[in-house]
């Protein structure tokens, strides 16, 4: 057998541990093992750590049954029948004690306070469309970990945005993707959503969903606007339904993408409802909803300690006194916290109308967030009871976002751009 310091004159052998079922053991509870613990957990590994105190989050993966926990000093004999440890001890004796068992039960040894003394190294790991990466950097001059994230993080970054090109090879199945799109900003859709994106033989979108997201696509790539599918017979959600539904029978990988969370005022539902009527597949990419991210975006919380404990979310597009609404407007008037509208820029004065007449504040702070999160925002503050003149006055257009209670006094000191 070579002799131990040959490890750090050769490079690393990379290998993927499958650790399902398998005993680990993890010599100490700070925050090394509050780093490391969720991988192990995730890995579905059979958990035991030692240690006499751990931090509340590793205290609590202990008291959720993720990990056994023993709560006493590393002991001789703990490594018995075990595949890894890692040992991440503030004792160096317990930690040098703990690497020599392993290296007699030949356990994979992970130590944190000296890589030299272990006989396996942690790689700098993401993980982006079904694929794990795991970067180790190793040389005679020693290992730079900050090196590895930094190279990670690169080629995690390469797969998501699509400048690093890996081209599927795998059989897709056809069906719909609804996916949300975000605010507007096309930063702010998720990663799944921009990787299902990426996959999509037909994508048809809302004109409130991130248009800069269709610049980006493929040229073989077909993209129909919802708002121009022909409709005769069909109202225009039907006839949404039946284009997902043929571009989905045709074998097409079709994604649905709506602004916003597909499930706040998106009739995403129905659409799912028609899928699965026609036993197509659907998969759901929930998305940030613009009732949270565009008053966030104009600096305008919708909760604050000592001003709001809750928010509700309203749509607008029904005003108060029409028999289709809803809405129950006297119990909104009578709610502390912060009311978000949607939809609802040409019927806000028959809205603030309503809640004054039911008991709200005629000085209630209103602000209407146009366009947020985009290069486009702006943001105009009233009152309740001079907010529709001054709708009118800014000539404040759909989409926009209207926020009514004390938190839009709290935001109103400091108005970030979108970009900033």
Same mark, same amino acid.
């Given at each position: 057998?070579?002799?131990?310091?040959?490890?750090?004159?050769?490079?690393?052998?990379?290998?993927?541990?499958?650790?399902?079922?398998?005993?680990?053991?993890?010599?100490?509870?700070?925050?090394?093992?509050?780093?490391?613990?969720?991988?192990?957990?995730?890995?579905?590994?059979?958990?035991?750590?030692?240690?006499?105190?751990?931090?509340?989050?590793?205290?609590?993966?202990?008291?959720a049954g993720?990990?056994?926990?023993?709560?006493?000093?590393?002991?001789?004999?703990?490594?018995?029948?075990?595949?890894?440890?890692?040992?991440?001890?503030?004792?160096?004796?317990?930690?040098?004690?703990?690497?020599?068992?392993?290296?007699?039960?030949?356990?994979?040894?992970?130590?944190?306070?000296?890589?030299?003394?272990?006989?396996?190294?942690t790689?700098?790991?993401?993980?982006?469309?079904?694929?794990?990466?795991?970067?180790?950097?190793?040389?005679?001059?020693?290992?730079?970990?900050?090196?590895?994230?930094?190279?990670?993080?690169?080629?995690?970054?390469?797969?998501?945005?699509?400048?690093?090109?890996?081209?599927?090879?795998?059989?897709?199945?056809?069906?719909?993707?609804?996916?949300g799109?975000?605010?507007?900003? #096309?930063? @702010?859709?998720?990663? +799944? =959503?921009?990787r299902? $994106?990426?996959e *999509?033989?037909?994508? !048809?979108?809302?004109?409130?969903g991130p248009?800069?997201?269709?610049?980006?696509?493929?040229?073989?790539?077909?993209?129909?606007?919802?708002?121009?599918?022909?409709?005769?017979?069909?109202?225009?959600?039907?006839a949404?339904?039946?284009?997902?539904?043929?571009?989905?029978?045709?074998?097409?990988?079709?994604?649905?993408?709506?602004?916003?969370?597909?499930?706040?005022?998106?009739?995403?539902?129905?659409?799912?409802?028609?899928?699965?009527?026609?036993?197509?597949?659907?998969?759901?990419?929930?998305?940030?909803?613009?009732?949270?991210?565009?008053?966030?975006?104009?600096?305008?919380?919708?909760?604050?300690?000592?001003?709001?404990h809750?928010?509700?979310?309203?749509?607008?597009h029904?005003?108060?006194?029409?028999?289709?609404?809803?809405?129950?407007? #006297?119990? @909104?008037?009578?709610? +502390? =916290?912060?009311?978000? $509208?949607?939809? *609802?820029?040409?019927? !806000?004065g028959?809205?603030?109308?309503?809640?004054?007449a039911h008991?709200?504040?005629?000085?209630?702070?209103?602000?209407?967030?146009?366009?947020?999160?985009?290069?486009?925002?702006?943001?105009?503050?009233?009152?309740?009871?001079?907010?529709?003149?001054?709708?009118?006055?800014?000539?404040?257009?759909?989409?926009?976002?209207?926020?009514?209670?004390?938190?839009?006094?709290?935001?109103?000191?400091?108005?970030?751009?979108?970009?900033?």
């Amino acid at each position: 057998m070579a002799e131990h310091a040959d490890h750090v004159d050769h490079p690393a052998y990379p290998v993927g541990l499958r650790l399902s079922g398998r005993r680990v053991v993890v010599v100490g509870g700070g925050q090394v093992a509050q780093r490391r613990l969720p991988a192990l957990i995730a890995a579905g590994a059979d958990i035991v750590l030692v240690s006499p105190a751990a931090t509340p989050s590793v205290e609590a993966m202990a008291d959720a049954g993720e990990i056994r926990w023993e709560r006493r000093p590393y002991a001789d004999g703990d490594l018995a029948d075990t595949w890894y440890a890692l040992i991440a001890s503030d004792d160096t004796a317990a930690n040098d004690a703990a690497s020599a068992e392993a290296e007699r039960t030949r356990t994979w040894c992970v130590r944190s306070d000296n890589a030299d003394a272990a006989t396996a190294w942690t790689p700098a790991t993401g993980r982006s469309e079904g694929v794990t990466v795991a970067v180790l950097t190793t040389d005679t001059h020693g290992r730079d970990p900050r090196h590895s994230a930094a190279v990670r993080d690169a080629i995690v970054e390469g797969l998501r945005d699509g400048t690093l090109a890996a081209p599927h090879h795998r059989t897709r199945t056809p069906g719909v993707a609804l996916v949300g799109g975000g605010p507007g900003d #096309p930063d @702010l859709i998720t990663v +799944r =959503g921009r990787r299902l $994106l990426a996959e *999509a033989d037909v994508v !048809i979108a809302d004109r409130l969903g991130p248009r800069d997201l269709l610049d980006e696509l493929p040229p073989h790539v077909e993209v129909i606007d919802a708002a121009k599918i022909p409709y005769g017979r069909y109202m225009a959600q039907e006839a949404i339904n039946q284009a997902l539904i043929e571009h989905a029978k045709a074998g097409k990988a079709v994604v649905r993408l709506k602004g916003g969370d597909p499930f706040v005022f998106g009739r995403g539902m129905e659409e799912a409802q028609a899928l699965a009527a026609e036993g197509i597949p659907c998969t759901v990419v929930p998305g940030i909803s613009s009732s949270i991210s565009v008053p966030g975006a104009a600096g305008i919380p919708v909760t604050h300690r000592g001003v709001a404990h809750e928010f509700t979310v309203v749509s607008g597009h029904v005003a108060p006194d029409d028999e289709r609404s809803l809405v129950d407007w #006297p119990a @909104l008037a009578r709610l +502390r =916290g912060t009311l978000v $509208l949607l939809m *609802a820029v040409d019927k !806000i004065g028959a809205i603030a109308r309503t809640l004054i007449a039911h008991g709200k504040a005629p000085e209630t702070p209103v602000a209407l967030v146009q366009e947020g999160t985009t290069a486009a925002q702006r943001r105009v503050d009233a009152t309740l009871a001079t907010v529709a003149e001054r709708a009118v006055a800014e000539d404040v257009r759909p989409p926009a976002v209207i926020v009514i209670g004390d938190v839009v006094a709290v935001g109103a000191s400091s108005v970030p751009h979108p970009a900033e």
